[in-house]
């Protein structure tokens, strides 16, 4: 039995008794023989209120300062969950991200790790004790300021802590019960995955699927660092993210779906009567870079070539879209478009799996079930192992029931989830 | 103008509104020109929500995570004030006591501050920031792990951060106006001290007097670092504590009355019959050292010659009072006393100033003071600027009004309170 790394969210945390709860578990995973590193995000609500006391007191609050207050949220539930695990008689101790050696660059509220150096975790657990440590949270390497770091930043807390340490896995646990082959509030028959590769669980991730951020699945799969998501409110085995054994990939020619995911997060920009001549489309991304705006899928439509112009689409979060409406009105004399049109009633619906591209009934299958159920495609991208299509907004829950159907990922089935590709 | 340290309650940074009102006195002694390094203790009744949380998880919470929960405290309230400063148009910044250089012992939740190394808080001011510490807390010089203060700590840190800065003054902001000749809630007529030398406020500090405690005073004694105790709701002001010039003092030879404290926070253990022989005492008290206790006032009857028994009685806190029994009555067999007496029905009244062991009248008007007021004295201890008398609880009130107004503090007189000994 190795060390294991087990990362518990805010809902695990919320109260007293939640804590004592988790305690519990832990001190069972002690008990069965693991080493093991807790990190714990701030209980329940204590981010939120945090947050609104900031700005109670300043509209737009220091990001150095704002990181500050934000950390001291996890140094309440870790000492308490501390406490909580020494009650039932197993030694424990809490470590904030820089005591625990979480190095960050200097970008305060969304920082990056750049080093893990966990020498004191390493010594608490060789003396036998459990580790509890801060998720959410480091320090910088160059101005020795507290950093957070951003969105699912305990996650990815967890999994480097794992990585640095050499741990087993490392476990997720959250309030339900695993990844499921398409969110269960819309597909009812949607099933727990068991298991699914790294890169699946990736696209799954950037496409919608709320479970585990893109960016610790990222670094875990750097690192090879085996992902159990679990639920902290039962014993059930959750779902593993890792590699398959290469050979057991290689072998098999199928085409093996992990699931559709969907978004409505996003909204979509077309950039109308765009010159068809070089380096228009390039000053119309530089322009949104400039903004430093991230976006996601881009079209651009067939020149019509009784007018030499065509039209430019392209997909960002909702939050972002004022601001690239702006940068593009700033830059429109410089490039010449003739308007823009902007529209959030839309919806991304991605289906995930290996194989694809060399099983080209996916594609097939995939737009065959759309169009039955009367959805229409506005944009279309693909990647080696996804297919993203952009549809009507309220045509969303339909469209993900009939893509799951479709490709045999209906729970009634309990067999593994493959699909056969036989030509377009 | 140089440098001055502010410490702030948490009573002054209760909620957003106090926080603001404490931002807009810093930057007002910002724009008078000095440097300003804050400390400042967590918002309200923080402190006592996460110590119940901490009953909740844990019956008997260790003292590393109880150090590590509370910290949360001032880390919340130093990131919020450094926020509101800057919203202001000041830079701020905020610092833990870790990060301040508050190097501590590894005695948690009571640790002593061993060296103080404010290499950071110096850099910060050097820049025109003003520097906000949280109070309260340190980090260990051997172990790391974070410490706090215990009882009045945040006092502690700002007379420390004080000293090693090089600070003009430290200005210690509470909700009175400072230092009164006895506590106004029971003598109507008592007076603000203007300025009080460092000995005799530590005399009223250890005889009862609740807003400045012992420990600081010492400190800045140490370190001849003038403490000016204010209120943060008013611009009045305060109470310095500080030396005179030496000549200034040396030149009196009247008793100076800094004001009268009482104490009704102590008990009086009796030993009764005890054998009239060299190392009874040490015994007793050598009983009473095993159990880690501390005492106050002592004395040993007269012993009636016809028994060659004597009885001796000392006070020490309430809080102790068990304990001290029960050592006791573990070393009955051993000692050979008769009985124990128990009383915490008692007031200790204590007369502090200068010049009282020269002056004999002092004690003199002192005791007549009681008598005349019908107030029996049970037992009686002085030092080389206080008296200390202990009478019965309910006539307390009574007892510090009669020697308040026999040492002519009450505020009809606008001069400063000089009293002249005319022999015994």
Chains 1, 2 share one sequence.
């Not at 030694?91 to 991200?97: D, I, Q, Y």
């Not at 087993?168 to 009812?188: H, L, M, N, Q, W």
């Not at 001549?277 to 020149?303: C, H, T, W, Y």
Request: charged share 25%; aromatic share 4%; proline share 3%.
């Amino acid at each position: 039995m190795g060390l294991v790394v087990q990362k518990y969210g805010g809902s695990s945390v919320a109260d007293a008794e939640g804590i004592k709860r988790v305690a519990k578990r832990i001190v069972e995973a002690r008990k069965n023989g693991h080493q093991v590193v807790v990190v714990v995000s701030a209980m329940g609500d204590t981010t939120d209120e945090l947050i609104d006391l900031a700005g109670e007191v300043s509209p737009i609050p220091s990001g150095r300062e704002f990181d500050m207050l934000l950390t001291a949220g996890e140094r309440i539930s870790m000492a308490l969950l501390a406490m909580a695990i020494k009650n039932l008689g197993h030694e424990a101790l809490s470590f904030t991200g820089s005591q625990a050696g979480v190095i960050t660059d200097s970008v305060h509220n969304k920082a990056r790790i750049i080093d893990v150096t966990p020498g004191r975790i390493q010594g608490a657990i060789d003396q036998g004790a459990v580790a509890i440590v801060a998720g959410f949270q480091g320090v910088s390497q160059t101005t020795k300021d507290i950093t957070t770091l951003g969105r699912g930043g305990s996650d990815t807390t967890a999994v480097a802590l794992a990585c640095a340490l050499g741990a087993e896995s490392c476990e997720i646990y959250t309030d339900v019960d695993g990844v499921f082959t398409a969110d269960p509030r819309v597909v009812k028959k949607a099933r727990k995955i068991d298991e699914i590769p790294f890169e699946d669980m990736l696209e799954l991730a950037i496409s919608g699927t709320k479970v585990l951020l893109g960016r610790c699945v990222e670094y875990a799969r750097r690192y090879d660092m085996p992902i159990h998501v679990r639920s902290s409110f039962s014993g059930h085995q959750g779902t593993w993210v890792r590699n398959k054994p290469e050979g057991a990939r290689a072998g098999m020619e199928q085409a093996i779906i992990s699931g559709v995911a969907h978004d409505t997060s996003e909204a979509k920009i077309t950039v109308v009567g765009v010159p068809d001549k070089p380096g228009e489309a390039a000053m119309i991304f530089r322009a949104i870079a400039d903004a430093e705006l991230n976006i996601d899928m881009v079209v651009q439509n067939v020149s019509a070539a009784s007018t030499g112009l065509t039209d430019i689409s392209f997909t960002l979060p909702k939050t972002d879209g004022h601001k690239a409406m702006e940068a593009l009105t700033r830059a429109q004399p410089g490039i010449g478009f003739e308007s823009l049109r902007y529209d959030d009633q839309i919806a991304k619906i991605s289906l995930v799996g290996a194989g694809m591209r060399t099983n080209p009934g996916v594609t097939a299958t995939f737009f065959e079930a759309l169009s039955n159920s009367g959805v229409n495609i506005e944009l279309i991208s693909t990647s080696e192992i996804r297919i993203s299509v952009v549809t009507r907004e309220d045509e969303v829950a339909e469209a993900v029931r009939a893509v799951h159907t479709a490709f045999g990922l209906d729970s009634e089935s309990d067999e593994a989830v493959v699909y056969g590709g036989t030509g377009r």
